[in-house]
């Protein structure tokens, strides 16, 4: 279990388009945990972008995005909370320049 890319560059202040593709038969999700984002845009799906954290999830066999931009720059963790998935190499991290 790992996502597609662990490291990922992004200028800071910069629309990003977070697409979580799920080709599994079971739920995936990603979550980013800092309070220096500005939410853009979601898809339908009731996504969380507050109080500190970005979270995105993909039901199987869906793809759901979430755009925001980081106003911040630093090393930011992203990881997938289904139990056992992090520990498994579900996780990566964002390089804000």
Same mark, same amino acid.
């Given at each position: 279990? $790992?996502?597609?890319?662990? $490291?990922?560059?992004? +200028? ?15 739920? *995936? ?15 339908? *799906? ?5 109080? !500190?954290?970005? *979270?995105? *999830?993909?039901?199987? +066999? ?11 720059? !630093? ?8 139990? !056992?998935? $992090?520990?498994?190499?579900?996780? !990566? ?5």
């Amino acid at each position: 279990m $790992k996502y597609s890319k662990s $490291k990922v560059i992004v +200028e800071r202040d910069k629309p990003v388009t977070l697409t979580l593709t799920n080709l599994d038969t079971i739920d *995936h999700d990603i979550e980013i945990r800092t309070s220096s984002f500005n939410k853009i845009k979601e898809s339908e *799906h009731n996504h969380r972008a507050d109080k !500190g954290l970005l *979270h995105l *999830h993909a039901a199987p +066999e869906n793809t759901e995005t979430l755009t925001f931009t980081l106003t911040q720059s !630093g090393n930011y963790e992203f990881y997938c909370t289904i139990p !056992g998935h $992090k520990e498994l190499g579900m996780i !990566g991290r964002f390089i804000v320049s």
